[in-house]
């Protein structure tokens, strides 16, 4: 069984900075895309940056220069640390990796649990 493990959530001020990890534990024969999505009260879970095994990475327009996405391949850890945060980066934050639990079954998405950043003003 795969399972994904958010932390470093929490409340920040305007302007501060948080880093989420994100690990990933159990029966895992090879992890794809890992990334991060959000979710703001009221709104659509959306993608906020991924990243491939070979360090490719992608974000969304409006977290690019203040948001950078990594993983560790030997953790199986993704982490995503935010600068500059601004209240409109108040959401719950989940993690999300393509795994492959065996060389003979197909990739599949997993999901976290989900880490709350709230961002005062």
């Known amino acids: 069984q795969v399972q994904l493990v958010e932390s470093g959530g929490g409340l920040v001020q305007a302007g501060g900075s948080l880093r989420l990890s994100c690990a990933a534990s159990?029966?895992?024969?090879?992890?794809?895309?890992m990334g991060w999505y959000r979710q703001a009260p009221g709104k659509q879970r959306e993608l906020v940056a991924d990243?491939?095994?070979?360090?490719?990475?992608n974000y969304v327009d409006y977290v690019k220069g203040r948001f950078t996405i990594s993983r560790d391949n030997a953790k199986n850890t993704v982490y995503l640390q935010m600068n500059s945060l601004k209240p409109e980066d108040t959401a719950v934050y989940y993690c999300?990796?393509?795994?492959?639990?065996?060389?003979?079954?197909?990739?599949?998405?997993?999901w976290g649990q989900g880490t709350q950043v709230t961002v005062s003003s």
């Open positions: 159990g029966s895992i024969f090879s992890i794809n895309v």
């Open positions: 990243i491939t095994g070979g360090g490719s990475t």
């Open positions: 999300t990796a393509k795994i492959q639990v065996a060389s003979w079954i197909s990739l599949r998405d997993y």
